[in-house]
C-alpha cells in the first residue's frame, strides 16, 4: 500500500478545515448578529461539535476568532457566553458583512451610512488640498468609467468601481485613519448590492454627484468636494430609507 508523507497529509487535509472553520464561524457569527443566539446563551463545545460535524479543533478556533471580536467570553464554572452587541468590535469587516446578512441588516445599513456621513464630506475637502495631480485625475477617469457602466446597467463593474471610487478619495485625504474605514464601505456597498438594496440602475443624480466630487478635487474647491460628497452621502441615505421603510425586518442598532 502506497503511503501518504506526513506532509503532504497535512497540506491535503488543510483546504478541508479551513472551509469548515469559515462555513461554521460564517453560520455562529450569522445567528448572534441576528439575535437567534442571544446575549447571555452558553456555547457548549460538544453540541457545537455534534450540530456542526465537525472536530473539536475547528470548533476551539471558531471560538478563539468569536472571541477575538467580542461575540463570546469564557466564564469558570459557566462556560462560553455570547456577550452583548455593545462589546463587539463592529469595525471588523467580517462583523459588518454578519451584521448586513442577519436581521440586523437595516439597522447596520443606517449606522454605516451615518458614519460614511460624517467621515467622507470631510475627507474629499481635505483631499482637494493634498490630493497629486494624478490622484485628480484618476478619480475624474473613475466617475467617468461609473457614469458608462451606471448607464449600461452593468452592476458588477459599478459596485467594483464604486468602491474603488471611494477608497481613492480617502487614502487622497492623506489621513491614515480615514483610509482605514476603505473596508467598511466595500463591505456595505457589497452588502447592499448582494442584498439587493441599492437600484438596478444607479440614479443619474449619483453619477453626476460622483463625478462633481471627482471634479472639485481636481480643482482644489475643497468647499465644493465636501458639499457634493455630502448631498452624495444624503442621496445614498434616502436611497435606503425608502427601502427599509418598506421592510419588516426590525430596526437594530
Known amino acids: 500500500m502506497e503511503r501518504t508523507s506526513p506532509g503532504v497529509a497535512a497540506a491535503e487535509t488543510a483546504p478541508v478545515e479551513s472551509g469548515l472553520h469559515a462555513r461554521v464561524l460564517d453560520h455562529l457569527g450569522t445567528a448572534i448578529c441576528g439575535g437567534e443566539l442571544a446575549p447571555g446563551a452558553v456555547l457548549n463545545i460538544d453540541d457545537l461539535v455534534d450540530r456542526y460535524a465537525v472536530s473539536r479543533s475547528v470548533i476551539r478556533e471558531v471560538l478563539r476568532v468569536l472571541a477575538s471580536i467580542g461575540f463570546i467570553e469564557t466564564r469558570r464554572r459557566v462556560g462560553v457566553l455570547i456577550r452583548p452587541a455593545t462589546a463587539w468590535n463592529v469595525y471588523d469587516p467580517q462583523v459588518i458583512r454578519w451584521r448586513l446578512a442577519s436581521a440586523g441588516r437595516i439597522g447596520q445599513l443606517r449606522s454605516i451610512t451615518e458614519l460614511r456621513t460624517a467621515v467622507e464630506p470631510h475627507a474629499a475637502l481635505l483631499?482637494?488640498?493634498?490630493?497629486?495631480?494624478?490622484?485628480?485625475?484618476?478619480?475624474?477617469?473613475?466617475?467617468?468609467?461609473?457614469?458608462?457602466?451606471?448607464?449600461?446597467?452593468?452592476?458588477?463593474?459599478?459596485?467594483?468601481?464604486?468602491?474603488?471610487?471611494?477608497?481613492?478619495?480617502?487614502?487622497?485625504?492623506?489621513?491614515?485613519?480615514?483610509?482605514?474605514?476603505?473596508?467598511?464601505?466595500?463591505?456595505?456597498?457589497?452588502?447592499?448590492?448582494?442584498?439587493?438594496?441599492?437600484?438596478?440602475?444607479?440614479?443619474?443624480?449619483?453619477?453626476?454627484?460622483?463625478?462633481?466630487?471627482?471634479?472639485?478635487?481636481?480643482?482644489?474647491?475643497?468647499?465644493?468636494?465636501?458639499?457634493?460628497?455630502?448631498?452624495?452621502?444624503?442621496?445614498?441615505?434616502?436611497?435606503?430609507?425608502?427601502?427599509?421603510?418598506?421592510?419588516?425586518?426590525?430596526?437594530?442598532?
Open 127 to 253: 483631499a482637494a488640498t493634498r490630493a497629486s495631480h494624478d490622484e485628480a485625475s484618476d478619480l475624474v477617469g473613475l466617475a467617468a468609467k461609473m457614469w458608462a457602466a451606471g448607464q449600461a446597467g452593468d452592476e458588477d463593474r459599478f459596485l467594483r468601481l464604486d468602491i474603488e471610487f471611494h477608497r481613492r478619495v480617502l487614502l487622497a485625504s492623506g489621513n491614515e485613519m480615514f483610509l482605514r474605514l476603505q473596508d467598511l464601505v466595500a463591505e456595505v456597498l457589497t452588502g447592499r448590492h448582494k442584498h439587493h438594496l441599492m437600484p438596478h440602475h444607479p440614479h443619474e443624480q449619483a453619477l453626476a454627484l460622483h463625478a462633481e466630487v471627482a471634479q472639485a478635487i481636481q480643482r482644489h474647491d475643497g468647499d465644493r468636494a465636501r458639499r457634493a460628497m455630502v448631498q452624495l452621502m444624503e442621496q445614498a441615505f434616502d436611497e435606503m430609507k425608502s427601502l427599509w421603510e418598506l421592510s419588516a425586518e426590525p430596526e437594530r442598532a
